[in-house]
């Protein structure tokens, strides 16, 4: 079946270590959206590529960047996490930037900080 | 800023009752979209309404549209144990254009008693 997969389900990290997410896709998509969600908030958006165009939200901070080195695969790397950078991390697709598409979203990363 | 906020943050009601959620937002949209969250997981897309749209429908979900008080509701019918997640509006925030970021609310938790 065609999906969304995000490697590890589970991550800890230390305060101030860095860490990568990662998300690969199967649908071929070529839209692909990193979501931030605290607990019992609304998702948030991080960025997204367009291919390999990178678009970054105004108010995503600086310590997170993210690399898609092809149309299936997207990372996201937190160069040095605080605590308050604990949360689920959501990879997302949709088949291409028109909003009247759906995206598809993998089932999350939860991120503890230590 | 948020552009969507759900109504009740909270709902829990018996198998085979119906459920209500609501929506509103506060500037134009092309479209709105319902998600659904099951705990510790990714969203799945329920369903889109376009903005020239006042209702729709899909099995048991029914979605109804009011533009002219920014404001959507979410009807499930026939609620099972299985319904239990959390729903999520969303709305695109670039109204006339062709982006597809989404801007979600901070869902309603539906609990569905057996």
């Known amino acids: 079946d065609a999906m969304v997969i995000q490697n590890p389900r589970y991550q800890v990290t230390q305060f101030g270590k860095p860490v990568t997410l990662s998300c690969s896709q199967t649908?071929?998509?070529?839209?692909m959206y990193w979501y931030q969600q605290k607990s019992s908030q609304a998702p948030k958006l991080l960025f997204h590529?367009?291919?390999?165009?990178?678009?970054n939200e105004a108010d995503t901070p600086d310590n997170f960047q993210s690399r898609r080195p092809n149309t299936s695969f997207c990372f996201l790397d937190i160069r040095s996490p605080g605590l308050g950078d604990a949360a689920m991390y959501l990879c997302?697709?949709?088949?291409?930037?028109?909003?009247?598409?759906?995206?598809?979203f993998g089932p999350g990363t939860r991120l503890t900080v230590l | 800023s948020q552009q969507g906020e759900e109504d009740p943050q909270a709902l829990s009601i018996q198998e085979g009752e119906n459920a209500t959620m609501n929506c509103s937002y506060k500037?134009?949209?092309?479209?709105l979209q319902w998600y659904r969250q099951n705990s510790g997981r990714g969203l799945v897309h329920l369903i889109l309404?376009?903005?020239?749209?006042r209702e729709k429908h899909s099995g048991r979900l029914r979605v109804t549209l009011d533009t002219s008080k920014k404001s959507s509701s979410l009807l499930i019918t026939a609620s099972r144990a299985a319904d239990t997640a959390s729903y999520f509006c969303?709305?695109?925030?670039?109204?006339?254009?062709?982006?597809?970021?989404?801007?979600f609310g901070k869902g309603t938790k539906l609990s569905v008693k057996p």
């Open positions: 969303a709305t695109d925030l670039y109204y006339g254009g062709s982006q597809g970021n989404l801007i």
């Open positions: 649908l071929n998509h070529n839209v």
């Open positions: 500037t134009s949209i092309n479209n």
């Open positions: 309404i376009r903005s020239n749209e």
């Open positions: 997302a697709t949709s088949r291409d930037s028109n909003s009247y598409n759906e995206q598809f």
């Open positions: 590529y367009y291919d390999k165009d990178f678009n």
